[in-house]
């Protein structure tokens, strides 16, 4: 039975103010406004592309979606959840089951094959190792590269790693993918491929969100967020 569904993520008059005096140390920087009075809703099935210069608030705004980083103002509301009022372990659980990331270098953990990097995830949730081994590799199969499940990151290329890392963001089926920056470090063609493995994750309840200013990524994305300035100049 399908409900009405609810949005996966919503920013509520989000502002995030860095710096300033601190009570410890005399000397204060200047305050940066980060984001300024942003709102937004992200529904399931949408893939969205948060544009605007360097500088501009991307990467704070889905850290805020993440629950990674707490807003100075406003309300952010993951799964219905509104991630201020709720506990520390709530917040700690809608992360680890709601919330997939991938970052610009991949940050997979170098000591692990592709697959325990693929599986760990599931660690924190309390998979078992058998299920673990098979749900990381399957995935790891779906993005393309089931011959690789043993190679450590630094035997990988790095097309190869950042499909590990998506590998990774998906491995707990959350409801909210954020990326920030994903074909920041790979070429074009490499990037072409992991922006179409991104394209494919919407739907089925999930939403992704994609933080980039490559036009490539913007082009492909049903919308575009854009930042000037930590405000939203354009949605739609
Ligand atoms: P983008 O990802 O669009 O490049 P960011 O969200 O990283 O932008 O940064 C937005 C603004 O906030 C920038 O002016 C940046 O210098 C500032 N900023 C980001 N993180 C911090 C921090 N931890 N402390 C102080 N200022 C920060
Ligand atoms: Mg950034």
Do not use: W
């Not at 325990?116 to 790891?140: H, I």
């Amino acid at each position: 039975m399908s409900r009405p569904s609810s949005p996966v993520a919503v920013c509520d008059a989000v502002s995030r103010v860095y710096g300033g005096s601190n009570g410890r140390f005399r000397r204060s920087k200047p305050t940066v406004r980060a984001l300024d009075d942003v709102s937004l809703s992200i529904e399931a099935g949408e893939f969205v592309c948060i544009t605007g210069a360097s500088g501009s608030g991307k990467s704070t705004l889905l850290h805020l979606l993440a629950g990674l980083d707490t807003p100075t103002e406003g309300r952010v509301t993951i799964a219905d959840t509104d991630l201020s009022a709720c506990s520390g372990k709530e917040r700690v659980r809608l992360r680890r089951d709601e919330v997939g990331i991938v970052f610009q270098r991949f940050h997979l953990l170098p000591a692990l094959s592709a697959r325990a990097n693929v599986a760990l995830p599931l660690v924190e949730q309390g998979v078992g190792t058998k299920s673990r081994r098979e749900r990381a590799a399957d995935l790891l199969e779906r993005v393309g590269i089931g011959n690789r499940l043993t190679h450590r990151p630094d035997e990988l290329s790095g097309g190869e790693q950042q499909r590990v890392a998506i590998a990774r963001a998906i491995v707990t089926q959350p409801s909210l993918v954020l990326a920030d920056e994903p074909t920041g470090e790979l070429d074009t063609e490499t990037g072409q491929n992991v922006l179409e493995l991104l394209q494919e994750l919407p739907g089925q309840g999930r939403a992704v969100v994609v933080a980039s200013h490559d036009d490539t990524i913007a082009a492909a994305a049903d919308r575009r967020i854009e930042l000037r300035d930590g405000q939203v100049v354009e949605d739609g």
